[in-house]
């Protein structure tokens, strides 16, 4: 049912991508820092989990600002970063892509076998593609019928080795590129596109010698770092929850505080700008190494469709379904091409944002690599009907469509099947949605 009016400042919780590798990179360091963040969703708990398995937690506490401060204690020397420990362990990755391929780069410095779980949906993700390239460097991997539960035995000698990803992964990158600290030389990983450069930005503010030019991240080992203090921004993906919302809202004026606005995460911006939204971004510096400000999105005049192929699809990989959401309120017909990628995601991401569309008797089909829309104006008043949304458990299906629902889009209101699985990256979501409210 559309909300009447929409208003309000929102403390958003910390940025998913750059949680798990502040977490990971510390448990790899040497010394003791902390990581401080807010609201933490169940993938980064899922991290937090790990690293307390390993051994590398030491305590938790609520900073003065109400953050979660964990103090980790890396298991790593100076020179050589090493995840701690060298018992048999398993780590539950639960519904996070994102650490599990992480983790199996990471889990070749320790010394132990490291065998890694997750939930059902992971379980039917790809893995093997992070297996091949570190088995080529040495590392001993297996997946199971190219799924989870992958086992790592770890403390293999590994040899430095010039990748060429077939996919634009920043998690396979990153994998590699947390395998390579131990290999003796320089590791090279280029992809075929853009990938978000959290991994560079956080081993380089670490002291790590890592580049990226080019779409080519090179590393130099054998690295090790001493452990820094670690704050994490807000999540610029579950801004873009309220970033479309305001964009196609009638009456809204919502303020995010302290984002993320590292360029390869803010195409969000760049495209709802692309399609006429009011968004007033104010940079206040870095927190670390990542750039952060506040975000101010306004309602105004009518969005204007948008075609997007390879070139931004990169950057907005996580947001095309809320982005799809924006295009069913445009005027016009919006495309999306290239992201074929978004059917291993959580979900296969086109073929819900379709079918979920299409319950809401908006004009959207189904293509190969992505979708075709043809937008219609947002609606002012309920409807007498009430259609259910297939969310397959998927965090962000469930978050776009209740937007949605809130902004009126399409030709009935809608409910989600499954709304709790927004704690996955976005606890609170429901709160924060009243306080706007
Ligand atoms: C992520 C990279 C992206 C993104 C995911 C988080 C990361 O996946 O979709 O949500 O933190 O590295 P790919 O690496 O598969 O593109």
Redesign the pocket.
Known sequence: MPAPRLRGTLHLPAD??IA?RALLFTAMGHGTATVAMHRPGADVRSTIAAIAALGALTTQSTGDDGALVLTIAGGGRSDSAALPGSDPVTLDCGNS??LMRLLTGAATTRAGRTTLTGDASLSTRPMERVAVPLRAMGAKVTTSDGHAPVVVDGGAHLTATAHSLPV?????L?AIALAAVTADGTTTITTPGP??D?TERLLAFLGAPVTREDHATTLTGPTGWECRDITVPADPSAAAFWLVTGAIHPDADITLADVGLNPTRTGIIRILERMGARIDVTPAGTVGPEPAGTLRVRSGPRLTAVDLTADDVADV??ELPVLAVAMAAASGTSTVRDAA?LRV?ESDRIALTVAGLRALGVDAEELPDGWRITGAPVRATPSATRAVVATAADHRIAMAFTVANLAGVGTTDCDVDDLACADVSYPGFLDDLGALT
Do not use: C, L, N, P
């Open positions: 998913k991508s798990h892509g994102t634009a992964s920043a998690q396979v990153g990938t978000r959290h990989i996580d990628e995601k």
